[in-house]
Nanobody, 125 residues
C-alpha cells in the first residue's frame, strides 16, 4: 500500500504559478502511474494529469494542457505538478493518487487509489 501526501497549495493571483508535491511512502511508488485530480467548488472531482511509472508518458486534461506539467522523481518518491498561467477556474482542492487498474492513459477516478488528503489551491482574479 502506498501512502501519499500533497503539499504546495496556496493563494496566488491569476497568471501566477504554483508547484504541488506528492510525497509517497510505503510500497514501491515507482511501480505506479501517478495522477493528479482536483475538485473545484460545486463540481465533481476531475482528472488533471498523470505520468507513467518511468516518466516517459504524460496525459493532461484539455483544460490544463500547455499550462501544467506533471513530473516525478522516483529516487525521491515524489511527484510534482507545476502549474503556470493559473486562472481563477483552477481554484480547488488538488489530490494525488496512483493508478491501481485500467489502461495507463485512463482518466477515470475509479481507476486510481491511495488518495492523499488534498491541498487547497486558490487563484484570485
Amino acid at each position: 500500500q502506498v501512502q501519499l501526501a500533497e503539499s504546495g497549495g496556496g493563494l496566488v493571483q491569476a497568471g501566477g504559478s504554483l508547484r504541488l508535491s506528492c510525497a509517497a511512502s510505503g510500497r514501491t511508488f515507482s511501480s505506479y502511474t501517478m495522477g493528479w485530480f482536483r475538485q473545484c467548488p460545486g463540481k465533481e472531482r476531475e482528472f488533471v494529469a498523470s505520468v507513467t511509472w518511468n516518466g516517459y508518458s504524460t496525459y493532461y486534461a484539455d483544460s490544463v494542457r500547455g499550462r501544467f506539467t506533471i513530473s516525478r522523481d522516483n529516487a525521491e518518491n515524489t511527484g510534482y505538478l507545476q502549474m503556470n498561467s493559473l486562472k481563477p477556474e483552477d481554484t480547488g482542492v488538488y489530490y494525488c493518487a496512483v493508478r491501481t487498474r485500467g489502461i495507463r492513459s485512463t482518466t477515470s477516478e475509479s481507476d486510481f487509489g491511495s488518495w492523499g488528503q488534498g491541498t487547497q489551491v486558490t487563484v484570485s482574479s
